[in-house]
């Protein structure tokens, strides 16, 4: 079995990083900064970290077919075009509802683009812990970054058993997902908002975005908005 090697590739601080989603064509990892309000892409080859600011909280990226990258702004879907750092908006909801936001969005098999608003969530476990962001992998298995738990768990979501956990060297881990060349690689968010300087001090790298291999398993690529 494969020795899981957890590295910290992008110590960026984010206030709430989360939705990391594989680009292929760029061979770069897409991740936002809820209320930090960036748009984040940490490229493979350079190593580097390039980020868009924008004019409200950003809560999910996604792929978009025709090129670039569409965003969950506010309470707006809008484009991104990446060189040309610019955003346009393509549909707003909730306009009399200034204080509400949306609060995750993902693409499915048909290309649509689903987000909710902020919503009541519910623990996954005993422990201390929120059930954030998820992801699959090719044999149908669910993994799911535990906030304030500090790891992500693997999970069968037919029978709810637990089958491997790992720890990784922040508390407030907050979504995963599949990359790399094969989708060999996992990529793990984090935040920082809410730690005092003690707590910081003791984890430095919250808020970075982690690199997890030796899973021993591959996941599935992200599916682009058709629009």
Same mark, same amino acid.
């Given at each position: 079995?494969? /020795?899981?090697?957890?590295?910290?590739?992008?110590?960026?601080?984010?206030?709430?990083?989360? !939705?990391?989603?594989?680009?292929?064509?760029? /061979?770069?990892?897409?991740?936002?900064?809820?209320?930090?309000?960036?748009? $984040?892409?940490?490229? /493979?080859?350079?190593? +580097?970290?390039?980020?868009?600011?924008?004019?409200? #909280?950003?809560?999910?990226?996604?792929? *978009?077919?025709?090129?670039?990258?569409?965003?969950?702004? @506010?309470?707006? =879907?809008?484009?991104?075009?990446?060189?040309?750092?610019?955003?346009?908006?393509?549909?707003?909801?909730?306009?009399?509802?200034?204080?509400? *936001? =949306?609060?995750?969005?993902?693409? &499915?098999?048909? @290309?649509?683009?689903?987000?909710?608003?902020?919503?009541?969530?519910?623990?996954?476990?005993?422990?201390?812990?929120? #059930?954030?962001?998820?992801?699959?992998?090719?044999?149908?298995?669910?993994?799911?970054? $535990?906030?304030?738990?500090?790891?992500?768990?693997?999970?069968?979501?037919?029978?709810?058993?637990?089958? +491997?956990?790992?720890?990784?060297?922040?508390?407030?881990?907050? !979504? $995963?997902?599949?990359?790399?060349? &094969?989708?060999?690689?996992?990529?793990?968010?984090?935040?920082?908002?809410?730690?005092?300087?003690?707590?910081? /001090? *003791? +984890?430095?790298?919250? @808020?970075?975005? =982690?690199?997890?291999?030796?899973?021993?398993?591959?996941?599935? #690529?992200?599916?682009? =908005?058709?629009?």
């Amino acid at each position: 079995m494969s /020795s899981v090697k957890i590295e910290c590739i992008a110590n960026e601080g984010s206030r709430i990083g989360e !939705s990391p989603v594989w680009d292929e064509k760029e /061979s770069a990892l897409l991740f936002v900064d809820i209320t930090g309000r960036k748009v $984040c892409r940490w490229s /493979s080859v350079t190593k +580097q970290v390039q980020a868009i600011s924008v004019d409200a #909280p950003v809560s999910s990226v996604a792929l *978009r077919k025709s090129g670039d990258y569409v965003i969950t702004l @506010g309470t707006r =879907f809008a484009a991104l075009k990446w060189k040309e750092k610019l955003v346009t908006t393509i549909a707003h909801v909730d306009k009399d509802k200034p204080n509400n *936001r =949306f609060n995750d969005g993902k693409v &499915d098999p048909a @290309g649509r683009y689903f987000a909710g608003n902020r919503r009541s969530i519910y623990r996954l476990e005993k422990e201390e812990s929120i #059930p954030d962001g998820m992801c699959i992998d090719t044999e149908g298995k669910l993994w799911v970054a $535990c906030y304030d738990g500090g790891r992500v768990i693997r999970l069968d979501p037919e029978t709810g058993k637990r089958l +491997q956990t790992v720890k990784l060297p922040v508390d407030k881990t907050t !979504s $995963c997902c599949f990359g790399g060349k &094969d989708y060999s690689e996992m990529y793990v968010t984090s935040a920082r908002d809410g730690m005092d300087k003690e707590w910081l /001090s *003791r +984890q430095p790298q919250a @808020g970075g975005v =982690f690199k997890i291999t030796g899973l021993g398993v591959k996941g599935v #690529p992200p599916y682009p =908005f058709a629009g």
